[in-house]
Structures are given as C-alpha cells and as structure tokens.
C-alpha cells in the first residue's frame, strides 16, 4: 500500500482560512490523536478517536501524509506521517500516557509495533 493516499472528509467548513501546522498530539484520556491546525493566531484541531484508528493504521502503511476533504479543496495533512509513526513508538509501554491508552494503541497498532 506503499504511496496510496488516505482521505478524509470534513463535514464542517472551516470559519477562516487555515493550513496544517504539521503536529500531531494525544488526548490518552478520551484515546484520541489530535492533528493540529493554524488559524492565523489561533489553533483549531482535527481529532481521531478510536473508532478511525484504522485508518491511521493505514496512513503509516502508506508511508504518507493523508489528505483532508474541505468540500472542493483537498489539502494535505503536512507532518502527519512521521508525527503519528513517532507517537506510535513513543507510546508503546509507555505509562506515561495511561495504561487504558496504551493498550489500545497497542492493540490497533500491533503489526505496525511487530515490523519496528
């Protein structure tokens, strides 16, 4: 699946202009990874529960920044391969973010830990 882009779509349109800030992060509490965004001064979020985590799986099988669907613009997720490949490791045994979070990382992730 190497070089095959992932897309997502947003169903919400953004209120200003805004362009990928290239960092990803974690909420361990609610099992999310969180993309974040620039909005001139401000900083808006793109948030990936559980639930899509496969696609993430996907994402770092593909070896390449995904694309997000703002009705008829596709703009890529700059950074967001190698973020969330790094956090991936990071967070494997890792108590640091929550036992709960930690196995479920390790869960969804698990053939992408074994290839490390």
């Not at 609610?30 to 985590?53: C, G, H, M, R």
């Amino acid at each position: 699946m190497i070089n095959q882009k992932i897309h997502f779509t947003l169903k919400t349109t953004p209120n200003s202009s805004w362009k990928p800030a290239g960092r990803v992060i974690t909420d361990s509490d609610d099992l999310a990874f969180i993309y974040t965004i620039d909005e001139n001064d401000a900083f808006s979020y793109l948030v990936f529960k559980q639930p899509l985590w496969n696609s993430l799986v996907a994402v770092i099988e593909s070896e390449t920044d995904p694309v997000v669907v703002v009705e008829d613009q596709q703009i890529v997720l700059t950074g967001f391969f190698d973020e969330i490949q790094s956090l991936i490791y990071n967070i494997e045994g890792n108590s640091n973010y929550g036992d709960t979070f930690v196995t479920a990382v390790e869960n969804v992730f698990a053939a992408i830990l074994e290839e490390a």
